[in-house]
C-alpha cells in the first residue's frame, strides 16, 4: 500500500474556460515540487488533455457535470487523479488516431501517453464515473558547478 | 488569446498569441477557414503562443488540409518553442510546412 500525499484537489464545472484554471494549478503544484520546466509543461499538456477528453467525450457538449482534480506524492512521482461523474469509460474504444493519418483531432490520448510515466483508469468501487491516474517521475535538477 | 491579421505580398499572416486551448481555438479555427475561404494564402504566425493543446494543433491541421484541396499555400512560421514541442509531440513537425520566418519562407517562393 502506497501511502500518498495529497497536495492540492479542485473542482470545476465541465467548461472550456475552466482549463486554464487546471494548468495553472498543475504548474503551481509541480514547481513548488521541484519538478523540471520540461516536466512541468509535460505534465501541464497532459492533464490539459485529459481534462479535454472529459469535456468532449464523457460528458459531451450538452452536460456539465464536475471534474474533480487530485495531486498527489508518492515518493518521487507526482500523481494526477482525474475524476468525473460521466458514464463509465470504455478503454477499448479510447485510443488515439494512427498519427500517418493526418486529419484534426484524435491527438489528445496520444499526447498524455507520451509525456507521462504511467497512465491508467482506476477502480471507482461502484460509484458513477471514472478515474484516470496519471504519473509522473519527478527528476532531480542537476546542479551547475 | 489574441489573433491579429495582416497582408504580407501573397500572404495572409494570421498571428495567434497566448494560449490557444480549447477555450479558445474555435476562433483560431474560424480566422484560418475565413481567410482560405476568400482563397487566401495562409502563413500562421506562433510566435507569441505560449501554449497549444490539441484542439488548437487540430485547428492547424484542418487549416493544412483545406489549403491543399483548394491550391492554396499554408505554412507556419516563427514557431515558439512551448508550439514547437507540442507540434513535435503530435508528429506534425514534418507534415506542417514550418519557416523560420516571413523572409525564409518569401526566399522559397522566388
Redesign the interface.
Known amino acids: 500500500m502506497i501511502k500518498n500525499n495529497k497536495l492540492a484537489e479542485i473542482c470545476i464545472p465541465s467548461q472550456?474556460?475552466q482549463?486554464?484554471i487546471v494548468?495553472d494549478k498543475v504548474h503551481m503544484i509541480a514547481e513548488q515540487q521541484g519538478c523540471l520546466q520540461e516536466d512541468i509543461?509535460c505534465m501541464?499538456?497532459a492533464v490539459?488533455?485529459a481534462c479535454?477528453n472529459i469535456?468532449?467525450h464523457g460528458y459531451g457538449p450538452d452536460i456539465c457535470g464536475n471534474i474533480v482534480l487530485e495531486i498527489l506524492r508518492d515518493n518521487d512521482h507526482l500523481i494526477f487523479h482525474l475524476i468525473d461523474f460521466a458514464k463509465p469509460v470504455d478503454e477499448c474504444a479510447i485510443k488515439s488516431r494512427p498519427?500517418d493519418e493526418?486529419?484534426?483531432?484524435g491527438?489528445?490520448v496520444?499526447?498524455i501517453n507520451?509525456?507521462m510515466d504511467e497512465v491508467r483508469y482506476i477502480d471507482c468501487n461502484d460509484r458513477t464515473g471514472n478515474i484516470l491516474e496519471m504519473k509522473k517521475k519527478i527528476k532531480k535538477k542537476v546542479r551547475e558547478s | 488569446m489574441d489573433i491579429k491579421t495582416r497582408k504580407e505580398g501573397v500572404y495572409t499572416i494570421i498571428i495567434l498569441s497566448g494560449e490557444v486551448d480549447l477555450h479558445f481555438s474555435p476562433r483560431a479555427r474560424e480566422q484560418i477557414l475565413k481567410c482560405l475561404g476568400d482563397k487566401d494564402n495562409v502563413l500562421v504566425d506562433l510566435s507569441c503562443v505560449e501554449y497549444i493543446d490539441s484542439s488548437g494543433i487540430a485547428s492547424l491541421v484542418e487549416g493544412y488540409q483545406v489549403a491543399k484541396n483548394n491550391g492554396l499555400k499554408f505554412g507556419l512560421i516563427n514557431v515558439s518553442d512551448p508550439a514547437m514541442q507540442v507540434i513535435q509531440l503530435s508528429r506534425l513537425d514534418t507534415v506542417f510546412p514550418i519557416h523560420k520566418s516571413l523572409k525564409d519562407r518569401m526566399e522559397q517562393d522566388i
Open positions: 472550456a474556460e482549463l486554464k494548468r509543461k501541464v499538456l490539459n488533455e479535454m469535456m468532449q498519427l493526418i486529419r484534426p483531432g491527438l489528445g496520444h499526447l507520451e509525456v
